[in-house]
């Protein structure tokens, strides 16, 4: 199983991202991605999960109406893209695989930096 997402990203404030993760090793649909991000000195903070299955999506309140998931089941893909980005965005945005409540599989984390 890999989870393998994109390359580091550099945004103006305002701006637009939207990083993806690409699974291998499984079947795709048949377990939810969530992305978790971590800030410079915080903690790990949930933003949400896709059910790659039907596109059904659950978002953090806090993310809500800047954040989308989607995932495309023909190259078994997830995104997330998020918008209105400010400098409170700058952090390593994780994807990983959720199995019967526990993540048991992570990607390496893409690196977002939102600066002018």
């Known amino acids: 199983v890999q989870l393998v997402q994109s390359g580091a990203e550099l945004r103006n404030p305002g701006a637009s991202v939207k990083v993806s993760c690409k699974a291998s090793g499984y079947m795709f649909t048949s377990y939810n991605i969530d992305w978790v991000r971590q800030a410079p000195g915080q903690g790990l903070e949930w933003m949400g999960r896709?059910?790659?299955?039907?596109?059904?999506?659950k978002y953090a309140q806090k993310f809500q109406g800047r954040v989308t998931f989607t995932a495309d089941t023909s190259t078994r893909t997830a995104y997330v893209e998020l918008s209105s980005l400010r400098s409170e965005d700058t952090a390593v945005y994780y994807c990983?695989?959720?199995?019967?409540?526990?993540?048991?599989?992570w990607g390496q984390g893409t690196q977002v930096t939102v600066s002018s």
């Open positions: 990983a695989r959720k199995v019967r409540g526990f993540y048991d599989y």
């Open positions: 896709i059910d790659p299955e039907d596109g059904g999506t």
